[in-house]
């Protein structure tokens, strides 16, 4: 007996817009047109894509109690999709049949002026990403640092001049999130993925700016 499974995920092709900077009122006479405050916007295109998982079991898994089998083949489909899916919104290089990831985002969403240049990890490295996140009236919130666990290691071992640690990391009960801060300053959460590797090595923003439609 062979039992097969798989899952997938489809994005369907449109377009989505989006604000690139909000317009800005100012004082009018009372008979004055009023002012012109316009936001300025783009838009991206969103492909479609299919990721499945396919897994064949022998008969001796078979024999398994069906609750715990059941279980095992349906975690074990759910880890595939989303360990591909996890990378793909990363590295993904869009076009036909593929997910456009943050680091082949169109130029018109992430420009190539907002890239930062690291030689190595230093006490200044997350106030440089910090900071050069965003636009120029605030600090933006909610934001996440990507980066696989080499980098997180180094965050972690980086040293002052008395020896003291520099960054603190906390780690979160699922393994892969926690926090990288220091004792007088703010914490940034962090996740961590294994596509963090290639041209970029890491990557900073908003989680819940990247939508991804599926059915």
């Known amino acids: 007996m062979f039992l097969e499974a798989s899952h997938?995920?489809?994005?369907?092709h449109t377009k989505k817009g989006f604000v690139i900077e909000h317009g800005e009122g100012d004082y009018t006479a009372e008979t004055d047109d009023y002012e012109d405050a316009e936001p300025s916007t783009d838009f991206v295109n969103i492909g479609k894509a299919k990721i499945t998982s396919y897994c064949e079991l022998s008969d001796e898994a078979a024999k398994l109690p069906d609750t715990i089998y059941q279980g095992m083949v349906r975690d074990n489909m759910q880890i595939a999709i989303r360990k591909k899916i996890a990378k793909q919104i990363i590295v993904g290089l869009g076009g036909a049949n593929q997910i456009t990831g943050i680091f082949k985002a169109p130029v018109n969403v992430i420009p190539l002026e907002s890239n930062i240049e690291i030689s190595v990890i230093d006490a200044e490295t997350m106030d440089k990403m910090v900071f050069g996140y965003g636009r120029s009236e605030n600090v933006e919130g909610g934001a996440y640092l990507f980066l696989n666990k080499e980098y997180l290691a180094a965050f972690a071992s980086l040293r002052d001049g008395l020896g003291k640690r520099v960054y603190n990391?906390?780690?979160?009960?699922?393994?892969?999130t926690g926090t990288i801060s220091s004792d007088s300053s703010y914490a940034v959460s962090y996740i961590i993925n294994i596509a963090c590797a290639c041209t970029y090595c890491m990557a900073y923003g908003?989680?819940?700016?990247?939508?991804m439609p599926y059915f």
């Open 206 to 211: 908003k989680p819940a700016a990247y939508e």
């Open 169 to 176: 990391i906390t780690l979160d009960k699922n393994g892969n």
């Open 8 to 12: 997938l995920l489809a994005v369907k």
